[in-house]
């Protein structure tokens, strides 16, 4: 099986307009998601995948591998379906070929953890899926930028949502954590580059447009989305604010 690592990458953001190419500690953003994403072991390919001239050059002149994409894309999946198109040279490959979506967001992500998705796909059933990871403070049950999941068995993702999930029926919020485990989602997708092509071409669904969550877009159309439970704290930089937190973080 083939799999393809791509990070989409786009230099506008109303919080954090030119993120990819802040430095963190002597290096971009974008290239230490790229680097640490090269480290996995599953990967065939890994490539940065952006509508922006500044990015393409400053991640080919440092040693990685970019393509242009589309500037009209919706979303981040968009925009890696059209890259996995354009690398997946005979369309007939395409259910053979794994594709995982990589935040650029993230510099410090575990190449085990990719590795760790990646691996779910020996299952051939499995033709999504995500990592999810255990809530342990009130804090994060309740940030609603803290997005949860609830799931069935064997792993399978029934709904995510900003709010808690499920209510705790008789007991008070505080003490919620200790009556039932909840789970919050890591953003890192897993897919089957056939059943990519399917969810890109899906219009926007009611729950997606209510939680402001695509993957409910899938789960509407009835794509099941598999999780595999990690242990890996999963470290976004949505803001400068965020950035200083992170400068000597290595």
Known sequence: MNFIGIIPSRYASARFPGKPLVMINGKSMIMR?????????CFSNVLVATDDDRIFSHVNENGGKAIMTSDK???????????????????????????????????????????????SFA??????????KKITSKEELF???????????????????????????????????????????????????????????????????????????????DYIIHTEETNYESISIDTPDDLLKFTNKD
């Open 123 to 132: 299952r051939p059933q499995v033709s999504i899926a995500t990592l999810i």
């Open 33 to 41: 998601v790229y680097e640490q994403a090269s480290g996995a072991s």
């Open 143 to 221: 940030d609603r930028n803290v997005v949860k999941v609830i799931t069935g068995k064997g792993r399978r993702a029934l709904y995510f949502s900003r709010t808690p999930l499920p209510f705790v029926r008789d007991v008070d919020a505080s003490d919620w954590l200790s009556e039932f485990s909840f789970y919050k989602h890591i953003g890192i997708y897993a897919y089957r580059a056939d059943i990519l092509k399917e969810i890109s071409e899906l219009p926007p669904s009611s729950l997606e447009l209510a939680e402001g969550l695509e993957q409910l877009r899938w789960l509407e159309n």
């Open 73 to 119: 894309h919706r979303s981040g999946t968009d925009r890696v379906f059209e890259a996995a198109g354009r690398i997946i040279a005979d369309k007939n490959d395409f259910h053979d070929s794994v594709i995982i979506n990589i935040q650029g967001d993230e510099p410090f992500i575990d190449p085990a953890e990719i590795d760790r998705l990646a691996a």
